[in-house]
Structure formats: C-alpha cells, structure tokens
C-alpha cells in the first residue's frame, strides 16, 4: 500500500481518512505501508509542506514501514521509464522535447525532463510494487489513464480502490472556509487526536461522499477526554496536572486550557458587595477541610452554601473571575486551600 499525499501543508481531512484506510488495510493483510511524497509539482510543494505531514501522521498516530520516498528524488527513475515507453513506440518526443503517451496524448515528461504526476506515480506503483491503491474519488479519473501507462511501461497498475470525499456539513467540497478542513485546523480547535482517529475509523471506508458530522466529531471529542489520565489530559491540553479537576469536564483541549488558566491564573474580577456573606461562609468551611479537597468533598461544600441561599456565581467570580467554566465543585478542587482563602479575601477587599 501507499498513502501519497502532496507536500501542501498540514492534512486535509479527506487525506487524513485516505492515510487511516490505508493504515488499517495494510495491518489487516499482513501488508506494508509506504509514504511517497508527490513533490513533483513545484506549485504544489510548500515550504514545511513534508514536515507538517509528517506531524500530522505521527499526531494522529498513523506509522509507515517504508520511506517517505520523494518523487523530487526518482527524476533518474522516471527518465528512465520515458525511455522505454519511446522504445516501445508507446511514447513519443514531442518538438518542444515533452515526451507523450501516443494514444492518449498525455504529457509524461515535460521538456525539462521533470515527470508529471501521471508518470511519476504509476512509475512508482509498479517499482514500489504496490498491490492496492485506496484514494479519494477524485482520482478516479485518472484511472484509465494510469492503467495505459502502466501497460506502456509493459506492467500492470496495482487494484485501484477509490473511497468517497469528505464534504463540509453544507454538502460542498470541505474547504478552508469551513474551518475544520486540516487536521491543523482541527488541533487548534481542541480536538484530541483519538478523537480525530476514532471519527475517521468510523467512516471505514465510504463509498460515497460523506458529510462531515461535527456533532459527532464533538461526542468524540468528550468522550476522548473523558477517557484520558490526568497526566495525558494535561499534556494534550498544554497545563500542569495540578490543574487537571478543572480540566475534566472540558469538551475540547482548547477549552480544558481555558478552564486550567482559570483555576492557575484567575481574571481579575469586581465581585458584588452583597456576596459578602457567601464568601464569608466559604472561607469558614473552607478553613476547616483539607488543604486539597476530594471531588465529594469540595461538592459537599457547594451543597451547604446552596442550603442557606448563597452566591455562587459569585463565589466562582472571586475564585476564577469568570461567570462560566468548569463545575464549582471542580474549582474547589483544583485551587488549594490558602490559594482559595487568599481569592476569597482579596474579593472582600481584603490585602
Ligand atoms: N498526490 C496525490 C494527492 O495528493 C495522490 C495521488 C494518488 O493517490 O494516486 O492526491
């Protein structure tokens, strides 16, 4: 197998599901994987283009056995293929020196003796020798064509399985303008890469286009961190494992970021005069439990305040300066004792 992608820049989303099939394909039958880069097209080749795929397959936790192999470094290989398909007549110099195919008249080799895409790839299934091509549908009408190559260089393409595109949620070509296309878009949106993999996983192998679904991508995603341990979840979300109660109930890493800074570096916050009393209340329950407070524990504290009528959004304000953000009993977690004293006193005016 080999999963080809051009060296554009970070995954598209429809690339990152061709590299999984090809993944799993590859494992399922005992197979290898290789990974060529289709460097051939400088208009096609971006600077840290590799190198971003490269992130992006470890990320999303897809390994290869073989390469990557470079087109941009076979130029020998193609030229040597030009040649026998001009000895066999199957091929032709055009007056420019572009060599062609006869029948189909399609460039193999430009003047300058660069291959094209056509070329290149096909010269590389046949010597890679790759038994199955698995690609998006967008290939598909290149088939043909590559079929004839292949039998002008006296071999056979490899079986061609073409799998359905990922659309955006409006039914149109996933793009850019989406957001969600890359997997680098999808990384700074806070998406675990296991939930990326599992989403892709689940799409196996799709016959046609499919839609991408973000409310499940979304489920996915909570479900990912859900299952991830505390030192996993601080390291994907970028924040110290102190701050990790606060972190779980997050629905992306973005956000589990957002409520660690809450909890490690509160807002600064005006909290109302007539909270006196809650905050008052707090700091003596407080006082008297544990430096560190079990989930139980700091709930039980949210209970009695909410018995005798208190502020909590208040409380969450002095301690986080924010109205929103993860379950108080959580905060109560993640910030320790005298730290949640020193918030409370300073929101009472204290030094
Ligand atoms: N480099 C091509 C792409 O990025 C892959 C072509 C192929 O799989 O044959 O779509």
Redesign the pocket.
Known sequence: MRF???PTGSLHLG?ALTAVVNRRFADAHGGALVLRI?DTDPSRTVAGGEEAILADLAWLGVDWDEGPVRQSERGDLYRAAAERALASGAATRDDEGAVRLVREGTTLLRADGTAT?QLA?VVDDLDLRITH?I??SD?RP?LELQRAIARALGGELPEVVHHGLLLGPDGRKLSKRHGHASLADLRDEGFPAQAVRAYLEELDLPEHDVRLDLARLRRLATDAIAAMSDEELAESAGAPVEAVAAMRGARSLVEAREYAQLVLQPLPADVPAEARATLERFAELRERAPERLSLEEARAIVRELKAVGGDLRALRLALTGATRGPELAAVLVAVPRDEALARVATALGGP
């Open positions: 080809a992608p051009s690339n289709d895409y790839s091509v690609r998006g290939h290149n």
